[in-house]
């Protein structure tokens, strides 16, 4: 279960999900890249202690090189920790709020990164908790930080607010009127990056896109906020707009791709995860469209979560091959067809 997706949201037949991320050091350790094991534990224990001070009991602590292999790539996979957390394995560490909202990830690229995450559009909400985190551990906390330049960061491009807002959306009808690349290049002159499922490094699968700030420098973390709230609306709208053109003028292509993929995915036997992506990217469209009459936007995007290769495997409970994975993925694909249309 993905619990932070449960609750109402806004703007939700476009936007999957927000986040907010803000990186943090302290100012008498070397940065993490350079903490040997045994360093990397004394910092860790020295957070864990003041965090305990002004944290509520609702957060639970894991040291990642005490989770499997599977555990660590599941918290990936659910978006609630980052991937290069599980690269650093024998240094990295996190507490997660019971209820998935925030997470504090200790000793990745910084030694704090704080990440809260809610569903569809919620750029304010996600920032006020963050802040409120933040500005409690800084209670407790000796930050890394330069009365001209701000926080101070392993990357110089998170030095000044260390503030990283980024919201998830589902851009099929964009993406198909081969309107995508354009996007992205208006956004990259206004300092708006886009990048794929799992943040930085990752491709786009399943006309899935992340858009965040790029500057972190000179702005105040709620002209950032402002900013990329703005844009992302008129995105909502262009993406809105477009999908209301091709129904009224290409609705036979749509319903098309549409019962084409639910087709795939209702009989299919074997299922890679990139392939089940792009399939179930268009049953939601479908559902966002009104074309499918039953099932829910939220559900396709748990679904896409669990079924990546480490959730497939914890559901099963135990390690699988590539086939044995992509056989698994198809069963679970179907029962949730069958389940969705009763």
């Known amino acids: 279960m993905t619990k932070w997706l449960d609750e109402p949201s806004l703007d939700e037949d476009v936007v999957v999900s927000t986040r907010v991320r803000i990186a943090r050091n302290l100012d008498k350790y070397k940065f993490p890249s350079l903490l040997s094991i045994n360093e990397s534990d004394e910092l860790t224990d020295e957070v864990l202690v003041k965090m305990k001070e002004v944290l509520d009991s609702n957060y639970q602590f894991f040291r990642t090189r005490d989770l499997s292999d599977r555990e660590q790539l599941v918290y990936v ?15 990295s560490s996190f507490l997660l709020r019971n209820d998935e909202k925030a997470s504090i990830m200790i000793n990745e690229e910084d030694h704090i990164r704080v990440q809260t995450l809610f569903p569809g559009s919620n750029l304010e909400k996600a920032w006020e908790l963050c802040s409120n985190i933040d500005d409690r551990l800084e209670e407790n906390l000796k930050y890394a930080y330069d009365k001209d330049l701000g926080y101070l960061t392993s990357c110089p491009t998170n030095v000044g607010t260390g503030l990283r807002a980024s919201v998830m959306l589902h851009l099929p009808c964009i993406t198909m009127t081969n309107n995508m ?120 995007i748990k679904l896409m979560m ?23 993925r198809a069963n679970v694909i179907r029962e949730y067809i069958s389940n969705m249309e009763g």
């Open 77 to 91: 996979e659910k978006h609630l920790i980052s991937p290069g957390l599980i690269q650093e394995k024998n240094k």
């Open 181 to 300: 690349n354009s996007l992205i290049e208006g956004l990259g002159s206004i300092g708006i990056t886009v990048r794929g499922l799992y943040g930085e490094g990752s491709k786009a699968l399943g006309n899935l896109y992340q858009i965040s700030n790029q500057t972190t420098l000179g702005q105040s973390e709620e002209e950032i906020i402002e900013k990329l709230n703005k844009v992302v609306q008129q995105i909502i709208n262009k993406e809105r707009n477009t999908r209301k053109h091709l129904k009224e003028y290409k609705l036979l292509e749509l319903e098309d791709k549409v019962y084409r993929s639910s087709g795939i995915l209702r009989y299919a036997r074997i299922l890679t995860s990139k392939e089940a992506t792009v399939h179930l990217s268009n049953i939601r469209l479908g559902l966002e469209m009104e074309i499918l009459e039953t099932g829910d936007f939220k559900d396709v």
């Open 306 to 328: 669990d079924i990546q290769p480490a959730n497939i495997q914890i559901r099963y409970d135990k390690d699988m091959n590539e086939q044995e994975r992509d056989t698994a």
